[in-house]
């Protein structure tokens, strides 16, 4: 079981390391004015999108496999793990819709500033806390 854990671990990480860089790209994109630069950062989005994509799914799939073989016998009953699966799901819902955000630059259909992609930024980083927080601490 430590092997799921240390490679649910290291998924994670190259996630977030993804999801904390695809906004900031996002931001300069908003910035750019220049059809080169544009298509540029669609390259870039798309191409960091779909990496990081697989190591979510991997994620996913090592974190349930410790929550089928072990974590829901010993702590279904304990609010932190609800706590910690509904950030999960937020997390999974952030990544989505920065796959939608991918779409409006794609095609062209960003309406938005470069200020609320850096405040979009943010979101990973307090996910992160509160999940760690959660799962190591288990204050709930």
Request: aromatic share 20%; glycine share 2%.
């Amino acid at each position: 079981m430590a092997w799921v854990k240390a490679l649910h671990i290291i998924f994670m990480t190259a996630w977030f390391a993804g999801l904390f860089y695809l906004p900031r790209l996002f931001v300069y994109h908003a910035m750019t004015e220049d059809a080169a630069g544009s298509e540029r950062f669609k390259l870039m989005e798309r191409k960091l999108f779909f990496f990081i994509t697989p190591w979510a799914i991997l994620t996913i799939l090592f974190g349930l496999w410790m929550l089928w073989d072990y974590a829901w016998a010993l702590y279904a009953n304990q609010i932190w793990l609800h706590a910690k699966l509904f950030l999960v799901l937020l997390l999974i819902a952030y990544h989505l819709y920065c796959y939608k955000l991918l779409q409006d630059f794609k095609h062209d259909r960003n309406r938005r500033s470069h200020v609320f992609y850096r405040w979009v930024n943010e979101a990973p980083v307090l996910l992160l806390f509160a999940i760690v927080i959660l799962a190591i601490v288990k204050p709930l």
